[in-house]
């Protein structure tokens, strides 16, 4: 799940919750509220409007860089305000959507702490999600099982001794290769993704199926056989790896035709096949 990611009359605004906070993309504001062409230029304007004013003072008192995905799928530095500050830029842009703008931005800090309270919904809200960008049904059960069983293997790893970062990534790279004959980055580059792109977004039914699998087998091998620590944990992911590659070959030989290639799609109904947005 991108879960920061929220949508405003089907316009993204990008988000990052940190310290019990939402801050949101100042820009993102600003595109929603005015529908300008260039809302960073709007922003720029904006901001020595406030400055020549009296309020840059204020201003960079509540106004944060953090660093949000781009669409060149590239993260950079960008402007971002928690609702106090987004509330008090609004102030400052005509726009006839402040006012069921605020009423949204209540809505999304309500609908955190709700989450907080029962974790389901922050899962509803994320099939909600999908299904607006286009996903299948199917595929978002999948994709629903899959985060869970992901879960599931990552606190095990903490358990067992493996840090996030690095190790996560050796980690995840072995069960590919084993389970695919490829690494996270050379399956994003099959699928034309940029790096910070997520992978299993852009994973078929069937290649989301094997990936499941695959970390739910090798939690088993964790269990097991007691493993702890880096290059025993590898040595099991290696093995589940074997799992998904059996699986793997058979399917092709069924259906003759492989199973990873640089088709970027999912299902979506019997009448309508899309094409994924890169």
């Given at each position: 799940?991108?879960?920061?990611?929220?949508?405003?009359?089907?316009?993204?605004?990008?988000?990052?919750?940190?310290?019990?906070?939402?801050?949101?993309?100042?820009?993102?504001?600003?595109?929603?509220?005015?529908?300008?062409?260039?809302?960073?230029?709007?922003?720029?304007?904006?901001?020595?409007?406030?400055?020549?004013?009296?309020?840059?003072?204020?201003?960079?008192?509540?106004?944060?860089?953090?660093?949000?995905?781009?669409?060149?799928?590239?993260?950079?530095?960008?402007?971002?305000?928690?609702?106090?500050?987004?509330?008090?830029?609004?102030?400052?842009?005509?726009?006839?959507?402040?006012?069921?703008?605020?009423?949204?931005?209540?809505?999304?800090?309500?609908?955190?702490?709700?989450?907080?309270?029962?974790?389901?919904?922050?899962?509803?809200?994320?099939?909600?999600?999908?299904?607006?960008?286009?996903?299948?049904?199917?595929?978002?059960?999948?994709?629903?099982?899959?985060?869970?069983?992901?879960?599931?293997?990552?606190?095990?790893?903490?358990?067992?001794?493996?840090?996030?970062?690095?190790?996560?990534?050796?980690?995840?790279?072995?069960?590919?290769?084993?389970?695919?004959?490829?690494?996270?980055?050379?399956?994003?580059?099959?699928?034309?993704?940029?790096?910070?792109?997520?992978?299993?977004?852009?994973?078929?039914?069937?290649?989301?199926?094997?990936?499941?699998?695959?970390?739910?087998?090798?939690?088993?091998?964790?269990k097991k056989n007691d493993s702890k620590g880096l290059k025993e944990l590898k040595n099991d992911m290696s093995e589940a790896g074997t799992v998904i590659n059996s699986a793997k070959k058979e399917i092709e030989r069924k259906l003759e035709r492989p199973i990873v290639t640089s088709d970027n799609y999912i299902e979506l109904t019997e009448d309508n096949n899309l094409k994924l947005?890169?």
């Open positions: 799940m991108n879960n920061n990611l929220a949508l405003f009359e089907e316009k993204e605004i990008r988000r990052n919750y940190q310290e019990g906070k939402w801050y949101f993309s100042v820009v993102d504001v600003v595109f929603a509220l005015t529908g300008s062409k260039n809302p960073r230029r709007y922003w720029s304007d904006l901001k020595i409007k406030l400055s020549d004013e009296g309020y840059d003072i204020q201003l960079y008192d509540f106004i944060v860089q953090l660093k949000l995905e781009s669409t060149d799928g590239k993260k950079y530095k960008t402007d971002c305000a928690d609702t106090e500050g987004i509330l008090r830029i609004i102030q400052s842009i005509p726009s006839p959507k402040a006012e069921p703008f605020k009423r949204w931005l209540a809505k999304v800090g309500s609908e955190r702490i709700e989450e907080i309270q029962n974790p389901e919904l922050a899962m509803d809200r994320m099939k909600e999600l999908y299904e607006k960008k286009g996903y299948s049904k199917s595929w978002i059960n999948m994709r629903e099982r899959g985060i869970a069983t992901r879960h599931n293997l990552t606190d095990e790893w903490k358990e067992r001794g493996i840090s996030k970062g690095v190790e996560y990534a050796i980690l995840t790279n072995e069960i590919y290769n084993s389970g695919f004959g490829v690494t996270a980055k050379e399956y994003k580059d099959i699928k034309g993704l940029h790096d910070s792109q997520n992978l299993r977004d852009s994973m078929t039914n069937i290649e989301l199926a094997l990936t499941n699998l695959g970390e739910a087998t090798a939690v088993e091998f964790h947005p890169n």
